[in-house]
């Protein structure tokens, strides 16, 4: 295989939570006082750690959210996880092949290691990310489109950033691996194709994923 570490991001890469947190994000915002729609939040918050929803609220209305907002807003959603969440089709099959051919893969996600731990506990997918393969943005000063996650990981791992190619479905994550100097290949199940620009491949069934790596 040409590359030495594949990193996944973690939402709609490895568990099917785009459209459960961005459901409730929005809703929660609307709940505030900053009308948010779904599509509102898939196109402003996909891909992106917390802070960005403080941020972009207070750049927009000049309030910040609450202080609880995070732990409001991740029982809400950790709560729905245990109710809804599955696992992205095809991807245990990629994983157990990945892991047969002896390639390595983590995951780096914008979410906090609690989320990350919920919902691979939930989906069953904790068997494939012992310790030492879980990566978050808490990790790092800057989420996504920062470089600086996906540049952790692979020091982390001991993985030249040539050598790795990250699997994104989100805009800024495709904008945080190219700055890492990294190929990335754009997973379009959720997100159109033509918002994931600058990749090298883009592909809409998990199951494909081996063939493109090889």
Known sequence: MRYELVIFDNDGVLVDSEPISNT??????????HPTSYEDSLRDYMGAAMHRVHDLVLERTGER???????????????????ELKPVPGVVDVLEQLTADAVPYCVASSGSHERIRVGHRTTGLDRFFGPGR???????????????????AADRMGVAPEKCVVIEDSPLGVQAARAAGMDVYGFTAMTPADRLSGTNRLFGDMRELPGLLG
């Open 134 to 152: 879980v990566f978050s943005s808490q990790d790092v000063g800057r989420g996504k489109p920062a470089p600086d996650l996906f540049l952790h």
């Open 24 to 33: 409730l994000l929005a809703g929660y915002l609307t709940e505030l006082g």
């Open 65 to 83: 959210l609450p202080a609880d907002f995070d732990d409001v807003f991740d029982g809400r959603v950790f709560a729905a996880f245990e109710r």
